[in-house]
């Protein structure tokens, strides 16, 4: 069974910065694209950032400059280096994989962490 786990979210000042990460664990024949997501309340989930096996990136507008995303050296880690924190980075953060599992290629997703970012 395939598993995420976020960690690294918290609360910083305004300016701040903040690194999330996500291990993927269980059984899986290749991890494909890794990504991370925020939802604000009462918004709809949006992408923040994304990076292929490849090490094809893409980021949202509203975090272009401040954001980085990045795999580790083993193909089940994600991280993403969140710098120049504002307020309306606000969110609860969820990793996201897109993995061959058993024959199965499907997206999974972590549980979430929370980052809040005070002015």
């Known amino acids: 069974q395939v598993q995420l786990v976020e960690s690294g979210g918290g609360l910083v000042q305004a300016g701040g910065s903040l690194r999330l990460s996500c291990v993927v664990s269980g059984s899986w024949y290749s991890i494909n694209a890794m990504g991370w997501y925020r939802q604000a309340p009462g918004k709809q989930r949006e992408l923040v950032a994304r990076?292929?096996?490849?090490?094809?990136?893409n980021y949202a507008d509203s975090v272009k400059g401040r954001f980085t995303i990045s795999r580790g050296n083993a193909e089940n880690t994600a991280y993403l280096q969140m710098n120049s924190l504002k307020p309306e980075d606000t969110a609860t953060y969820y990793c996201?994989?897109?993995?061959?599992?058993?024959?199965?290629?499907?997206?999974?997703w972590g549980q979430g962490t929370q980052v809040t970012v005070s002015s």
């Open positions: 990076i292929t096996s490849g090490g094809s990136t």
């Open positions: 996201n994989a897109d993995i061959d599992a058993l024959g199965l290629r499907e997206d999974y």
